[in-house]
């Protein structure tokens, strides 16, 4: 019955508007709806993390360090993971966490797109500790793809990003089902709103982002899973110069002199603040997502700003190499 309904060109295409009208009837609601869900976590009781273990890969630099900060600042366990590298800051950040508050923090050397050294610290941190209540997979790369680059130079983007959170998410539900934990997931606003250049990265994200919704289903209501979908923050992975260090495109400027952008130290507490009243999702800058909507129900007007931002007034790429 449905089959000769959709197989109709005009009730097909009626279905599509009937929806927009509803939902130009509804949103009133749904305005409502949001304000009140925002009222209503601002009142909202936080986790107490005094004691708590929390496990952040990606602690070296950037987001992953300052959570690492603010978690430590609560009074909870700290294991930090990062790769093995001359330059690694990921012991003074244990320094810094211990010092703000944090009563022992572990810090590993290893690599997230390896499934065993993945395990490895998984195991490490619950042998050290005796328990894990948040596994918090931040740890990405983001290099710019253009047509004119080598394809397989990129595979490690999805190794990091992808593989590179749900190996540790695999070793640790198990460990989270027994403490009711939470897993906490860095994807990206760019795996929803796909900005240019970004082919590669975007992917990974949205391939988390799809990962972390489905996997929702499996382990709520005992394990919370948490998505961050966050806008341009302030750390190296923005700047030129990071992008000057790897494969794909560079950039001539630092993003934050070309695209609305927020500091990371804001974004972080934000992040651990609504982590720990236990939010499903959060997007930080906030206007993100009026981006989000726009995107799906305004694709034009989406490309057009897309366009504005990266084309003309940013003139911003090269090639690396
Ligand atoms: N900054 C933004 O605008 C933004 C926006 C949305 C989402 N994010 C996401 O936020 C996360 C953190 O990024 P960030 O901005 O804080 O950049 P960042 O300062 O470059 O941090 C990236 C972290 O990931 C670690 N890492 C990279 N590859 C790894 C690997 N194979 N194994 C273990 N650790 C690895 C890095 O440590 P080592 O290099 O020392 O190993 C570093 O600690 C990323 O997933 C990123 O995609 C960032």
């Not at 992917?203 to 998505?227: D, H, M, N, Q, W």
Request: net charge positive; proline share 4%; glycine share 6%.
């Amino acid at each position: 019955m449905y089959e000769s309904y959709f197989s109709n060109k005009f009730t097909n295409g009626l279905v599509f508007y009937v929806f927009l009208l509803l939902l130009l009837l509804v949103s009133p609601f749904l305005f409502a709806w949001e304000l009140v869900n925002a009222i209503r976590s601002c009142l909202q009781t936080k986790e107490n993390m005094s004691g708590k273990v929390v496990l952040i890969t990606g602690a070296s630099s950037g987001l992953g360090e300052l959570m690492a900060y603010e978690y430590a600042k609560l009074g909870a366990y700290l294991a930090i993971i990062a790769r093995q590298k001359p330059e690694s800051q990921l012991e003074q950040v244990a320094v810094r966490a211990r010092e703000l508050g944090s009563p022992d923090v572990l810090f590993m050397f290893a690599d997230v797109s390896k499934v065993d050294e993945c395990r490895m610290f998984v195991d490490n941190t619950v042998q050290h500790f005796g328990r894990l209540d948040h596994l918090v997979c931040n740890a990405g790369i983001s290099p710019l793809y253009s047509i004119n680059n080598d394809v397989t130079k990129f595979e490690p983007v999805m190794d990091i990003n992808f593989w590179g959170s749900v190996y540790p998410t695999h070793f640790a539900i198990p460990h989270l089902m027994k403490s009711k934990g939470k897993i906490i997931v860095n994807a990206s606003s760019a795996g929803v709103l796909n900005p240019p250049r970004g082919g590669f990265y975007n992917a990974s994200k949205a391939a988390l982002i799809s990962f972390y919704e489905s996997l929702r289903f499996e382990v709520s209501p005992t394990i919370t899973i948490t998505i961050l979908t966050l806008g341009f923050i302030q750390t190296n992975m923005i700047t030129a110069k990071y992008s000057s260090n790897g494969v794909g495109v560079r950039l001539r400027k630092d993003m934050k002199d070309v695209v609305p952008t927020m500091e990371a130290e804001p974004c972080v507490k934000a992040m651990v603040d609504g982590i720990c009243k236990g939010a499903t999702s959060i997007t930080e800058p906030r206007f993100v997502k009026a981006l989000f909507f726009i995107n799906y129900l305004f694709p034009q007007l989406h490309q057009f700003y897309f366009k504005k931002y990266f084309s003309s007034k940013n003139r911003n790429l090269k090639r690396n190499g």
